[in-house]
């Protein structure tokens, strides 16, 4: 809206992304009933999210951003399925959204 | 005719196999098998022909979800499909076999039967690929597919000529009915494979005909997790039910004495007095479950395990529950459901029909009969055209080939 100028803008972004990023670490705590997650914890890994949670999942990425997770989940390879953290999945929701 | 076997050194897989085995053998072929004596003669009994391809231990694999599928393909069914590819040459050279069934997952059979242009059949004993349950993770599949073109180019097959090895253009005998899969085109649906196997004792009189019984079996991979689920399923089932638990007895210490515990129980003859299995969703109890119409409680942990209880939850023959984060009471409601609606019991009946109408180990045997029969009929040059003698010796000279690799 106001850009001022690019650190301007790039220091707003960065600040979306935060509240973006808590936002998707919440619901992942909301999901697997942990109290908190950690930004870098593995979703298959770490959470130990099944392919139900992954449905789950979808349902509310979808509602709340309109990001398609199977569809962002197709393009990655195997060891990046495996590695996917929260983190990386806020940059790709921030990504899409943006 | 001869029957040349070459399956996985796994009861999942040899138990199957041996039912199809002793069918075939009744109706007076000769059968063999290619693999380690070491591991599979404790499974074949006395009796069986091995024709040795000498044991390496690869480790059974642990972790959960996609790590547990590349770490299944990585540590396992590529290391021991180079393993197996000499003896597996051998055992075909020595034995000359009409036809080969090889296990879906035991890749060195599919080749050396390609190799040598022999029909072969398929058996399939995993839910992992009939359904396609990754058709979404192309990243998944695709590179599954490299691990399959990397040993078939490895054992000096030509990469245009690639054929996935995991479906035999002739006969594929998948262990299931469509009632749990839906159609599925070019395969045969034969139902499980059971056969006699030795049922170890077991103290039937303790069961309680006042209540009513649980079986819980998660498998051979005991570990932590599987005894930290134990501990909440007995937390949280009612004193109407009696469990009867498949762990070492030191994993679970402190259990009342109704609740029996054994490390190794005889399936098939206590099956009939279950009213609801809670298992991981492997293929064989699973189906053994559903043959004998006992509904189940599914908590998948790892491999084609969620496929397998995707399709059970689909027929209405159970429920899934969270295997890592089920609570005792979630648990409880979910054996309580399956006990007392009858729909589940009802739809298990259905299935379990429907398996026996299938055939199982027989039709098997009359399909691999066939196959046998239509190639020597003369479709065998349609076989014979795909050989690459020439390539694959070369291989052998060249050194690419060389299979002692260390997983």
Known sequence: ?98 | MKVLIVTLPLAGHANPAAALAGRLAARGHEVAWAGSELMLRPMLGPDAVILRTGSRLFREQGGTGIASIRSLWTRFIVPYAKFLLPGVERAVRAFEPDVLVVDQHAVAGAIVARRHGLPWATLVCSAMELTDPYRALPGLTGWTRDQLVGLWTGAGLAAEDFADPRWSPQLVLAQTVRELTGDVAGVALVGPLIGERAAPPFPFDRLDPYRRHLLVTMGTLADDLTADFHGRVLAGLPDTVQAVVVAPREQLPDVPDTVLVAERVPMLDLLPHMDVVLGHGGVNTTSEALANGVPLVLAPIRHDQPEMARQVVAAGAGVRVRFRRATPAQLSAAVTDVLDDPAYRAAARRIGVAMRAAGGADTAAELVERLQRTVSAGASSVVRRHIQPLAWRAAVRAGTSDTRSTP
Not at chain 1, 79 to 90: H, I
């Open chain 1, 1 to 98: 809206m106001c850009n001022i100028d690019g650190h301007g803008s790039r220091y707003r972004f960065r600040v979306a992304d935060r509240q973006l990023l808590t936002d998707i670490t919440g619901m992942l705590a909301a999901l697997t009933g942990a109290d908190t997650v950690p930004a870098d914890a593995t979703l298959e890994g770490d959470l130990g999210l099944d392919s139900l949670d992954v449905a789950d999942l979808a349902v509310r990425l979808r509602d709340r951003y309109d990001v398609d997770l199977v569809g962002f989940l197709a393009t990655l390879d195997v060891d990046r399925l495996v590695d996917l953290t929260a983190a990386g999945l806020a940059e790709h929701v921030a990504a899409v959204a943006a």
